[in-house]
C-alpha cells in the first residue's frame, strides 16, 4: 500500500494539516448529529457505499484544484478530500510549507498531473505514512470506506470522479448537505457507518 488510508479523526487530521501548512487558525471537527447548523469552510465525509454505484450524483463543473485518485494514490483519499478543501478556499497556508508547494504545484493542472506531482512529493508521502499510522479504527480498514469534501455552493470533490460535480442541494453549506445525508441515508445509497468532520475557523 503507497498511501495508506487516514483514520477519520479530527485530531489527526488537524495536527496532520497543521504541520503541512495548514493555517492554526483552522482546525478539523467530528460532526455528531445533522440536526445543526454548523459554520465551516467545507464538509469531510467518510462512508460506504451500499450498492454498486456510487451515491453521488450532479452537474460536472471545473476547478483550478482537482486531483485524481489514480490508482498509486490508492488509499489516500482522506488526503485528497483534505487538500480539494483547504486548496479551494480562502484559507491561508504558511509560506514556503508543503501545502504552499502543492498550491502552486498543481493549480490549473489536469487532474492526472496533479495526481503525479503528489505522488512525487517525499515530503508529503513521508508525513502521510506517519499520520496514517496514528488512531486504531475498525472502520479505517473497510475497502469502500472512501472520503469526499463538500464546499460552498455544494460543490462536491471526490477523487475517483472526473471533476467535481454540484449537488442538487438546498440551504446553508453544512444543514443542507446533512439533509442530503439523511436522504442518502433513508434510501439505503450509503451506510450509517459513516463520519462526518468540518473544517471550520478556530475563531
Given amino acids: 500500500m503507497n498511501w495508506p488510508a487516514l483514520e477519520s479523526d479530527p485530531e489527526i487530521f488537524t495536527s496532520y494539516f497543521r504541520s503541512i501548512g495548514l493555517s ?8 455528531f448529529t445533522l440536526e445543526e447548523e454548523i459554520p465551516c469552510e467545507a464538509v469531510i465525509l467518510a462512508y460506504n457505499y451500499t450498492g454498486e454505484n456510487p451515491p453521488f450524483e450532479g452537474e460536472q463543473i471545473g476547478s483550478q484544484y482537482f ?3 489514480v490508482n498509486t494514490l490508492d488509499n489516500a483519499c482522506g488526503l485528497i478530500a483534505s487538500i480539494h478543501a483547504i486548496l479551494n478556499s480562502n484559507i491561508e497556508v504558511a509560506e514556503g510549507s508543503i501545502l504552499s508547494e502543492l498550491k502552486e504545484g498543481v493549480r490549473d493542472k489536469s487532474p492526472e498531473d496533479a495526481a503525479a506531482w503528489l505522488i512525487h512529493h517525499e515530503g508529503l508521502h513521508n ?3 506517519q499520520y496514517a499510522q496514528e488512531g486504531q479504527s475498525n472502520i479505517t480498514d473497510a475497502p469502500n470506506y472512501h472520503f469526499v469534501a463538500v464546499m460552498p455552493g455544494f460543490v462536491l470533490y471526490d477523487g ?3 471533476s467535481p460535480i454540484r449537488l442538487n442541494c438546498e ?16 434510501n439505503n445509497r450509503i451506510s450509517e457507518d459513516m463520519n462526518i ?3 471550520k475557523s478556530t475563531n
Fill in 24 to 31: 492554526q487558525n483552522y482546525e478539523f471537527a467530528e460532526v
Fill in 171 to 186: 440551504g446553508s453549506l453544512s444543514l443542507g448537505f446533512f439533509r442530503h445525508v439523511q436522504h442518502l441515508l433513508e
Fill in 197 to 199: 468532520m468540518v473544517l
Fill in 67 to 69: 486531483i485524481k485518485q
Fill in 160 to 162: 475517483l470522479k472526473q
Fill in 127 to 129: 508525513t502521510h505514512r
